[in-house]
């Protein structure tokens, strides 16, 4: 019997390593996710492959998407839409692939509205010191900025409440490795499989 794929939402605060922790799942061979392809109205540039690097649509075709409910999540930057298409991951879960969506909460909170049966994951720092320390450590923003980005991390921790598992990163591999083993389990959840046994039940004849 077939399995929907999961769709797994990665999300976390600022600092926090979201990407990092993504791209060490990804870089093991026994991985079976596919990274969520984004749409986009900015032009197509030289090299990039519309349906591997974005789905590039006009703004008319983007806006249509989003008066229809098409659009897990999406926002607008420097003049350009960038968002998770609705189509795209449904026909990919239905491929039975697991779809890999790393997005910041409030985008993850968009995406729980559309589906409710995704597999939330919440990527914490060890504490907001460390957290603190690695905003330092990248060298990138002013210390006004920094406090910015710690009341802002504050505020999403406190939504934690939304997601359905916390993972602290304070090792990559491991944090990594939490993550992998959450999504093998939630395969084995008996409300995500129940539906296919019931149609099997009640396609077997009787045998006498």
Request: glycine residues 8%; hydrophobic residues 35%; proline residues 4%.
């Amino acid at each position: 019997m077939s399995e929907r794929g999961l769709l797994i939402v990665f999300s976390g605060p600022s600092g926090v390593g979201k990407g990092t922790v993504r791209q060490e799942i990804f870089s093991t061979p026994d991985h079976k996710f596919e990274y969520s392809v984004s749409m986009t109205t900015r032009p197509q540039r030289p090299g990039e492959v519309d349906g591997v690097d974005y789905f590039f649509r006009t703004r008319e075709e983007f806006e249509e998407l989003i008066k229809n409910g098409q659009m897990l999540e999406y926002a607008e930057y420097v003049g350009n839409y960038y968002g998770t298409p609705l189509t795209y991951v449904n026909e990919t879960l239905d491929k039975g692939i697991d779809v890999f969506l790393e997005i910041e909460v409030q985008g993850a909170l968009q995406v729980k509205t559309k589906v409710p049966d995704g597999v939330f994951i919440f990527l914490t720092p060890p504490d907001l010191a460390e957290l603190q320390d690695r905003l330092v450590g990248r060298g990138t923003d002013s210390q006004e900025v920094i406090a910015q980005r710690i009341e802002k991390a504050k505020e999403e921790i406190s939504l934690m409440r939304e997601y359905d598992y916390a993972v602290v990163n304070d090792y990559v591999p491991l944090a990594a490795e939490r993550v992998k083993r959450i999504i093998e389990t939630e395969h084995f959840r008996v409300e995500r499989v129940i539906g296919q046994y019931d149609k099997m039940i009640a396609e077997t004849n009787v045998i006498r």
